[in-house]
Every structure is written in C-alpha cells, then in structure tokens.
C-alpha cells in the first residue's frame, strides 16, 4: 500500500492551498481516509475524515468551515481544500486509510495505512 500526499507548501496567512493524496496497492473505494498533521514539537492530530462513498465526513473544530476533505474513487485520490489558512496550521500534513468507520475516526491508531506527508507552511 502506497499513499502519496503532494501539493504543500508555502502560503501567506489568509491564502489556499488543496493537499492531494494518491493511494495504490489497496481498493481504494473499500476504505474511509483521513488527513492528520504534526506541527513542530507537537503530537500528530486528526484534521478531517471522509467515508468510502463520501457519505460522511469529520473535521477537527479547529478546520471547521475553512478545510473540505473530498474523494475521487475514479482517480484513487483523496483531497484536502485548504481556506482561510493560518498559522497555526503550520505541520506536516499526513493522508490515512482504514477499512473501517466509527462513531469517531479520530484516532491516529484506528488507520493501518499512512502516507509520507507533505509540508504546509502558512506565515503571518
């Protein structure tokens, strides 16, 4: 299994940025996927997490109303759409894969599957 997370960089504060995750090697339309983060010093947190049919969807309070997680089961790919950016969401971003939904899909060890990660850098 492969999950390849691209389209980070910089950014000034305000301004967007739309992360892509390209998973292989697994069925793709059989797995609900999430993107988490790691900023500096900090411990990895969970961002948003969308269903195997897109049905359902969960961000974090912090994302709500500025990041929309989407999927495209045709390209294998997993989206995060980036509003309003600010600082604080300076990290490493991840994309996750798990074969199954819960109540919360929050938990960093519910997802077998991780991606490399890929730098957003938001400045003030």
């Known amino acids: 299994v492969q999950l390849q997370a691209s389209g980070g960089g910089l950014v000034q504060a305000g301004g967007s940025l739309r992360l892509s995750c390209a998973a292989s090697g697994l069925t793709f339309s059989s797995y609900n996927m999430a993107w988490f983060r790691q900023a500096p010093g900090k411990e990895r947190e969970f961002v948003a997490a969308i269903s195997r049919r897109s049905d359902s969807t969960f961000y974090t309070d912090s994302v709500k109303g500025r990041f929309t997680i989407s999927r495209d089961n045709v390209k294998n790919t997993v989206y995060l759409q980036m509003n309003v950016l600010k600082p604080e969401d300076t990290a490493v971003y991840f994309c996750?894969?798990?074969?199954?939904?819960?109540?919360?899909?929050?938990?960093?060890?519910?997802?077998?599957?991780w991606g490399r990660g890929t730098l957003v850098t938001v400045s003030s």
């Open positions: 996750a894969a798990t074969g199954v939904w819960l109540a919360t899909m929050s938990a960093a060890g519910h997802y077998p599957y």
